[in-house]
């Protein structure tokens, strides 16, 4: 099974930019597609944002869409998401997760397609 590491939240202001990274090791990181979810304190686990195991396909959450750009460099085994015009509903903790697939455009925002996720990064977003 892939591990994943989540890096690069923080505490930002409203309207500023942060990326976040997932990095993937111990299987080969182009067979998986891939997702972003998030967790907010007292809510249920959300999509955020998903991306094919070739890069092609991407999806996202409407309340994310035109702010946030999932990316994936399988080069590096790593994936990204680039999030900007942070607002205070953005905070939560975000993870990452992998569902291998045979299909090479295959996305999802069901999180039950999903097998390997990441511990997590917290990102705060001050009203």
């Known amino acids: 099974q892939v591990q994943l590491v989540e890096s690069g939240g923080g505490l930002v202001q409203a309207g500023d930019s942060l990326r976040l990274s997932c990095a993937a090791s111990?299987?080969?990181?182009?067979?998986?597609?891939m997702g972003w979810f998030r967790q907010a304190p007292g809510k249920e686990r959300e999509f955020v944002a998903a991306i094919s195991r070739s890069g092609t396909n991407t999806g996202y959450a409407g309340s994310v869409k035109g702010r946030f750009t999932i990316s994936r460099d399988n080069a590096k085994n790593t994936m990204y998401l680039q999030m900007n015009s942070l607002k205070s509903e953005d905070t939560a903790v975000y993870y990452c997760?992998?569902?291998?697939?045979?299909?090479?455009?295959?996305?999802?925002?069901?999180?039950?397609?999903?097998?390997?996720w990441g511990q997590g990064t917290q990102v705060t977003s001050p009203q």
């Open positions: 111990g299987r080969t990181f182009s067979y998986y597609a």
């Open positions: 997760a992998a569902a291998p697939r045979s299909n090479y455009y295959y996305i999802s925002g069901d999180d039950q397609g999903y097998d390997a």
